[in-house]
């Protein structure tokens, strides 16, 4: 039954309104009533006032009947103080105490009570207990060393949790809804969150937008978003250009990445300010080069020798050769802090200098080509390479690709014997003669029209911002076609590729098969003399992976069109590329064929990415940060008083749900949204990869860290999906709920309901399903006890009752065997289970009290908790301190992530460690637990299953032996934690632990162990 606690807090105020001050007893007892009504809704404040006005009514009544009894000559002996004023006596120190009073505050009315144990009755022993309780905060020791709390599973392969060099989805700005957009947009029909019109923006919401970018990969959102608020920014008034200001946050774990994006911010910088138009960027020398860098740097594997000098010059003189001082006096727009560039120079050393920083050596073009495939179906590719991963064999992948591509021949065959019997329209023809030129035969323009069909049918479409040299050039070399353009330099380079009689670079009249020609004999000279980009090798996952690369499949000629290209984005730029579809005269043509290639249009945007720099100069402020968005948002209250930014309007998150979940997104990251104005609705918006297709719907995907479906995040986290129907595979958004949405009321969850959840979360945290450690796709659970502990604290910062919150936490604590209605799945993915009259059932957990103690105690140290406990009986006493333990010793065969045999994939957030007294060998290992795991007969099962959106099947393995004996047997078996950190390169393990505890444990064995497949390392 819900209480409605609201309602009565109504009736309680209207009848103190209109109470006669002759009947001081009641008024007495409707303040009483109004207390427990505003601490049983967290109001603590008002509760303790209330509670005080009622003690002090209660107390003037008493003195009265004392002082009557005294005028009629009697002594008033028998005239004792009401129970009510010790119940609010003690209320008023359990409000204090739950409101963050002063301890001193706390204590007087506690003092109070227990001076008068004989007539206070039960309250005196309850306030003499509490008042011992309360010794704990008196004692409780202060951190001096700084604590930071890791929210995520550490991997084994720690901080590789996984590697990108190209995004696929296509470029958005966070200013718009996008709309126009070819594919379909980030912001669904049901969300308020409307386009942000700059000129429409009062003159605060103008002053202030800010915009996070999290896991911002190659940054073509925030270029998109760039691009479109100086597009808009020359349409405002003189007056509101001095007013805008605009911050963007670009967040990635990844200091490759975010390398690269500075590279690029500072030559596209360093491009729009030397020359005044694109044009001239494409037709002068020295912009030309620049372009020439950002095009083989952003795009490439190899680069020519030339480029890679000058690449190597502007690092040198931006970055290697300066000071963190002098750059940030020449870049004032970029904000990077020492950190963050320290981990950015460490890359850019060994771009400069490979030699002296790659372990193993770093490769040269020829050996790095092989390991990329840039030609064929992407989507065909990238589900062969997820077949393998999974332990699929050659046989099977190179049956299935045979069948793919006979299903494919059988498609030209249809679609050329369609246009056997077409009459070719007089358009199709001149289409067909100027790219093969005037003397072309009939069957070839039909052949040339069908491969534009199947371009369209199979390949997603014809790029239509690219010449069909680059497509080929690409296919024959896997490099970039080397534009000549006005660089002597690139001249000189290209002198040896001619095509044709003419010997024209590259002549339009020439034949597919003499382009072909020309390639092949220039392809030995690309090989030989090429020089591999090192933007593209990261050196410490090179390190990692010893020098081993996984295949890539991604296509520059086809997904920077796509990608980066959109109509939305060409939209933005005052020189848009021209399209070869809509060249209509002949002088049309000749320009469009001229201009329309690979490297002019990755120029011309980058260009114009310079422009909007340049034009926002004074107005733009882009911050560069490194490390997991999760940190970032725990970390935000520190950005107060820097002149960053600690709330932002919109934020974006580029497949991170894929690797931390929901969860942790909802309790560091949505916080960092400003609040709801009348012309910019605060959201997030969020994608996935790899993993989503191991759900059958997005309950199911959300339900898989969250313990929660969708709906209910509406009353829990304040926030709702703004699709009615969210699709697992799509870019979902978030947008804030107000308080006083009448749907929040109605879906709010009551105590018992609220419970449960917290100890299904609780369970999903310490005790996960066991997952395939063989294979990529698999439901990650990343979440650990600070995480579950931040969302305690997360849920009273959202006005939840900490008294409540903390009797959740206290009764963890205290009971080994927890008895709940919460369900606990034992199989993975976990699927969203919307049953909420279930029997109770028993979990023994005191495997994993005792780091839940240790870290509620480490977290009230630092003041992090957020509330305070009454029951600290089984709390540490001492300061935490932080150990590290060497572990060296470890095998190597656990170091690779493609050694699926031994269950070691690079993005498993699973790493904990167990402490037992006694140590069996051979017990829990890993051995049984990959064979255990190791299911390859139904990888083509799950394959099929993720591909068609159907959900991945239930685990069909043996359970893990260890969690089914923790789960039964408890610290029995040993002590489990799921908080530290983990470095690879050095093997050694760090955690916070009180000092009591760790003496405590000190002759304890020290086991790593993995909670996917749940073995000990």
Same mark, same amino acid.
């Given at each position: ?26 008024? %007495? ?61 003690? *209320? ?27 007539? /206070? ?17 008196? *004692? ?155 095009? +083989?740097? !952003? ?135 100027? %790219? ?113 690369? %996984? ?100 934020? =974006? ?5 894929? +690797? ?25 918006? /969020?994608?996935?990869?790899?993993? !989503?297709?191991?759900?059958?719907? +997005? ?5 898989? =860290? ?125 699927? +969203? ?12 957990? /005191? ?60 993005? %498993? ?92 444990? /000190? ?15």
């Amino acid at each position: 039954m819900r209480l409605h606690f609201t309602d009565a807090l109504s009736c309680y105020s209207e009848g103190i309104a209109v109470v006669t001050q002759a009947d001081e007893d009641l008024e %007495a007892i409707l303040y009483s009533n109004r207390s427990g009504c505003y601490y049983e809704m967290g109001n603590y404040e008002n509760a303790a006032a209330d509670a005080r006005k009622c003690s002090q009514l209660l107390m003037e009544s008493m003195a009265m009947k004392i002082k009557a009894a005294h005028d009629r000559g009697e002594p008033g002996k028998d005239i004792k103080m009401p129970p009510l004023v010790w119940k609010n006596m003690y *209320r008023l120190a359990r409000s204090l105490h739950f409101g963050n009073a002063e301890d001193a505050e706390v204590h007087y009315p506690l003092h109070l009570i227990e001076k008068q144990l004989e007539e /206070s009755g039960e309250y005196g022993p309850m306030a003499t207990k509490m008042r011992e309780q309360l010794n704990y905060y008196l *004692r409780m020791p202060s951190n001096n060393e700084k604590f930071e709390p890791s929210l995520l599973r550490a991997s084994f392969q720690n901080p590789y949790v996984e590697y990108y060099n190209f995004g696929h989805d296509e470029s958005e700005s966070l200013l718009r809804r996008n709309e126009g957009s070819n594919a379909e947009s980030i912001w669904n029909e049901g969300s308020n969150a409307e386009s942000i019109l700059l000129d429409e923006l009062d003159d605060e919401e103008l002053s202030s937008l800010s915009f996070l970018f999290g896991g911002v990969g190659d940054g073509r959102h925030a270029f998109a978003t760039l691009l479109d608020a100086n597009h808009q920014y020359q349409s405002l008034s003189e007056m509101k250009q001095d007013k805008f200001r605009l911050h963007m946050t670009l967040n990635d774990i990844s200091a490759q990445l975010l390398a690269k994006d500075v590279l690029v911010l500072v030559l596209s910088y360093e491009l729009g300010g030397a020359a005044d138009s694109a044009k001239l960027a494409l037709t002068t020398a020295d912009p030309f080069n620049i372009g020439m860098v950002i095009y +083989y740097v !952003t795009l490439g594997y190899a680069m020519p020798p030339y480029v890679h000098r000058k690449m190597v010059e502007h690092i040198k003189r931006w970055f290697t050769d300066s000071t963190f001082e002098d750059f940030q006096q020449t870049f004032p727009w970029l904000v990077i802090s020492e950190d963050t560039w320290t981990g950015i120079i460490t890359i850019m050393n060994a771009w400069v200098e490979p030699e002296a920083h790659y372990s193993p050596e770093f490769p040269s073009a020829m050996e790095v080509l092989p390991s990329y495939r840039p030609n064929g179906d992407d989507r065909v590719d990238n589900a062969m390479a997820g077949l393998s991963s999974m332990g699929a064999g050659n046989e099977l992948i190179g049956d299935m690709k045979a069948k793919l591509d006979s299903a494919r021949e059988q498609k030209r065959a249809q679609v050329a014997e369609a246009f056997k019997s077409m009459d070719l329209t007089l358009d199709m023809i001149e289409k067909a003669k100027y %790219a093969l030129g005037e003397d072309a035969t009939e069957k070839e323009m039909r052949n040339f029209l069908v491969e534009i069909v199947l371009d369209q049918m199979l390949d997603g479409g014809p790029p239509r911002y690219v010449s069909p040299m680059d497509k080929l050039f690409l296919e024959q070399t896997k490099c970039l076609n080397p534009e000549a353009g006005p660089s002597d330099e690139m001249k000189e380079e290209t002198s040896s590729f001619v095509i044709g009689k003419n010997g024209s670079s590259p002549a339009r009249g020439s034949s597919k098969e003499e382009a072909i020609e020309a390639i092949n004999k220039y392809k030995p000279h690309v090989g030989k003399n090429w020089v591999t980009n090192p933007v593209q090798i990261d050196p410490s996952y090179w390190y990692f992976s010893d020098g081993n690369r %996984a295949t890539d499949e991604f296509n520059p000629v086809k997904e920077f069109p796509q990608g980066f290209l959109t109509q939305d984005v060409i939209s933005f730029m005052s020189e848009p590329p021209p399209d070869i579809l809509s060249a209509k005269t002949d002088e049309e043509k000749e320009k469009v064929f001229k201009s329309n290639t690979l490297a002019s249009n990755v120029i011309r945007y980058y260009w114009h990415v310079g422009r909007a720099v340049t034009n926002l100069l004074g107005k733009t402020v882009i911050e560069i940060a490194l490390g997991s968005i999760v940190a970032f948002g725990d970390a935000s209250s520190d950005r107060e008083g820097k002149a960053l930014p600690s709330k932002y309007h919109r934020i =974006t998150l580029s497949n991170i749900p894929d +690797y931390t979940g929901m969860h942790s997104v909802f309790i560091t990251v949505a916080p960092l949204l400003s609040l709801k104005s009348k012309s910019v609705t605060p959201c997030i918006q /969020s994608n996935c990869l790899l993993n !989503t297709g191991l759900w059958k719907s +997005y309950d199911d995907y959300f339900f898989s =860290t969250t313990a929660l479906g969708y709906k209910e995040a509406e009353a829990v986290f304040r926030l709702r999906v703004a699709d009615q129907e969210p699709c697992i595979w799509g870019t979902n958004v978030w947008e804030q709920v107000d308080d006083d949405d009448e749907r929040v009321e109605s879906l709010s969850l009551s105590h018992e309901e609220l419970r449960t959840w917290l100890h299904r979360l609780f369970l999903m945290t310490v005790v996960p399903a066991d997952r395939d450690v063989n294979s990529m796709l698999r439901e990650e659970k990343a979440s650990n006890i600070n995480t579950f502990l931040l969302t305690l604290s997360h849920c009273v910062n959202l006005g939840m009752s900490a008294h409540f919150i903390a009797s959740v936490l206290e009764d963890l604590l205290k009971k080994k065997t927890l008895v709940t209605k919460a369900t606990l799945s034992n199989e993975s993915p976990a699927l +969203y289970l919307d049953s909420k009259d279930v029997s109770k059932k028993r979990f023994a957990l /005191s495997a994993f009290h005792t780091e839940l103690a240790n870290q509620t105690a480490i977290f009230l140290q630092n003041s992090i908790l957020g509330f305070r406990l009454l029951d600290t009986s089984v709390l540490p006493t001492q300061k935490a301190s932080l150990y590290e333990l060497e572990l060296g010793g470890i095998s190597p065969k656990y170091e690779q992530s493609w050694t699926y045999e031994y269950g070691s994939v690079s993005s %498993a957030m699973s790493l904990g460690f167990m402490l037992q007294k006694t140590k069996v060998r051979g017990e829990y290992d890993i051995s049984t637990a990959a064979r255990n795991n190791n299911n390859n007969g139904n990888h083509m099962f799950m394959m099929m299953a993720m591909m068609q959106g159907g959900g991945m099947p239930g685990s069909q393995k043996k359970p893990s032996k260890l969690r089914r004996d923790l789960l039964s047997s408890g610290d029995e078996i040993g002590h489990v934690f799921s908080c530290m950190d983990w470095d690879l390169a050095n093997q050694t393990a760090s955690f916070w632990m009180c000092e009591d505890v760790f003496e405590k444990f /000190s002759d304890y064995h020290f086991r790593l162990i993995r909670t996917d497949g749940w073995f000990c390392l």
